[in-house]
Nanobody
């Protein structure tokens, strides 16, 4: 059974940093795309970033480019999202998602498996 466990959210001041983790199990960590999405209250869920098993395929939304970095640790079956220079508009529930594919889908429909969310609140 595919399982994704997102963690690392919390309350942080503007300008601060957080690192989210997505621990995956139930599938071979070879061919994969792991995406991060977020959903703010009253808004649609939007794509934030993605990494594929090849490692050189990544995607960042324009709103997070230069501030967020995605990385993967195949030995730990975990994908991380390092978030720096956080802004209040980054406040949202962050979700990770998985698809057995070597490229990064940018839309929600490209992923079959989703983890529970982890809440990130950026506020002073």
């Amino acid at each position: 059974e595919v399982q994704l466990q997102a963690s690392g959210g919390g309350l942080v001041q503007p300008g601060g940093s957080l690192r989210l983790s997505c621990a995956a199990s139930g599938f071979t960590f070879d061919d994969y795309a792991i995406g991060w999405f977020r959903q703010a209250p009253g808004k649609e869920r939007e794509g934030v970033s993605c990494i594929s098993s090849i490692g050189d395929t990544t995607y960042y939304a324009d709103s997070v480019k230069g501030r967020f970095t995605i990385s993967g640790d195949n030995a730990k079956n975990t994908v991380y999202l390092q978030m720096n220079s956080l802004k209040p508009e980054d406040t949202a529930v962050y979700y990770c998602a998985y698809q057995k594919i070597r490229w990064c889908p940018k839309s929600r429909s490209g992923y079959d498996y989703w983890g529970q969310g982890t809440l990130v609140t950026v506020s002073s």
